[in-house]
């Protein structure tokens, strides 16, 4: 977990989803979830967003490119066919990686 951490700049600050770095900041909510999830973006993006979900061991359970205009800011996501545990999203927006933890539950 640590590794992952430090590799991906892993930070779990509330704020960060919230909107600390302006409305281009990612949330996602619920969270935690049954395995159903939205992500919020900024509507203005252009461009494609790379989404990977993966689990504490590092492995990839979701990976999907998608561009957030399509979607009107918001892309669901659904890992209900997971095991419940704690996940890592990865976002890439712009040449910006933005990371946060994702808790599924039953």
Known sequence: IENLIED??????TEDYMGLNGMNSPYIYPNPSKGEFKIYCNKDIN???????????????FH?????????????????NV?????????TIND???TQKIIKNW
């Open 83 to 91: 095991s419940d545990g704690i996940y890592l999203v990865f976002m």
């Open 8 to 13: 991906y700049g892993f930070e779990s600050s």
């Open 47 to 61: 461009e494609s967003v790379e989404l990977i979900i993966k689990d504490m061991a590092g492995g990839n359970v």
């Open 96 to 98: 910006e990686m933005y």
């Open 64 to 80: 999907e490119i998608v561009n957030i205009s399509n979607y009107d800011g918001m892309v669901d996501i659904d890992i209900s």
